[in-house]
């Protein structure tokens, strides 16, 4: 899996960089947000403390800014949309890996009681039983 985080490329190789990648996501994506808040506050403002006698305040300038905020927030999207479906995509992964490990633990323990069967009943010489002791096979 490939994430472009602020125009460069990296490689999430483990859960921890993927939580950190994400974090760091969503992290610079708050500050942005508080940062275009604050100057649409700040904006408005202005607007307000402002008078001007006799005519009306130019709101054009404002609204290219507005525009052009909004269009920043809409660059942020796809950026949470990959993050939302990387983590989306991960759990599913670790879910079908834990069921994996499950499934493996139970065929490794049925192999073990038949391998204890066999022991126990005689399949293996002396001089096999002494070597599967030695070995720590069986206890």
């Known amino acids: ?4 985080i602020t125009g460069r490329e990296s490689k999430v190789t483990n859960r921890a960089e993927y939580k950190e990648a994400l ?3 969503d ?4 500050i942005c947000l508080l940062h275009l808040e604050k100057t649409i506050d700040d904006k408005f403002k202005t607007v ?3 008078r001007r ?5 130019d709101l054009s300038s404002i609204e290219a800014k507005l525009d052009s905020l909004q269009k920043q927030i809409d660059g942020l999207r796809p950026k949470l949309d990959v ?3 990387l983590a ?5 992964r670790e879910k079908y890996l834990e069921k994996l490990v499950k499934k493996a633990d139970e065929m490794l ?4 009681e038949h391998f204890e069967e066999l022991y126990k009943s005689g399949y293996y010489t002396k001089e096999q039983k002494r070597k599967i002791r030695k070995e720590g096979l069986i206890k």
């Open 88 to 92: 989306k995509d991960h759990d599913e």
């Open 109 to 112: 323990e049925g192999m073990k």
């Open 48 to 50: 307000l403390t402002t």
């Open 1 to 4: 899996m490939v994430i472009i």
């Open 53 to 57: 006698p006799d005519s009306k305040p």
């Open 23 to 25: 974090s760091a996501i």
């Open 27 to 30: 992290r610079n994506t708050r």
């Open 83 to 85: 993050a939302y479906e």
